[in-house]
């Protein structure tokens, strides 16, 4: 499966993003989705994961309540709808697929395909 990842921009704290992920594949519906984050000088982290078929989200708490993750398996896409953001929010955000379930959602060793990135940041 490859990713394109996109929607990345600047915004001002208290803003929202939409971040897309275009898969290319048959297999694409079959995969779990997940976004990751790393801001620069720390270690990429867990953002949101959402299932194969869409019935089960997973959210790192620190962006629960904020962001949303869905996916559109007619168009092979996945959103991230992230809102209130704020300054540390900041990062590069990847897109990730893989064979992931409910306990292996949270590391990104378990992804088998990734996208190349793109740059959020939020002002405060």
């Known amino acids: 499966v490859q990713l394109q990842a996109s929607g990345g921009g600047s915004v001002q704290a208290g803003g929202s993003l939409r971040l897309s992920c275009v898969g290319s594949?048959?297999?694409?519906?079959?995969?779990?989705m997940g976004w990751f984050r790393q801001a620069p000088e720390k270690e990429r982290e867990f953002v949101a994961a959402?299932?194969?078929?869409?019935?089960?989200?997973y959210y790192a708490d620190s962006v629960k309540g904020r962001f949303t993750i869905s996916r559109d398996s007619a168009k092979n896409t996945v959103y991230l709808q992230m809102n209130s953001l704020k300054p540390e929010d900041t990062a590069i955000y990847y897109c990730a697929a893989g064979l992931i379930d409910s306990r292996t959602y949270f590391y990104a060793n378990y992804y088998n395909s990734w996208g190349q990135g793109t740059q959020v940041t939020v002002s405060s």
């Open positions: 959402i299932t194969w078929s869409g019935g089960s989200t």
């Open positions: 594949g048959r297999a694409f519906s079959s995969y779990a």
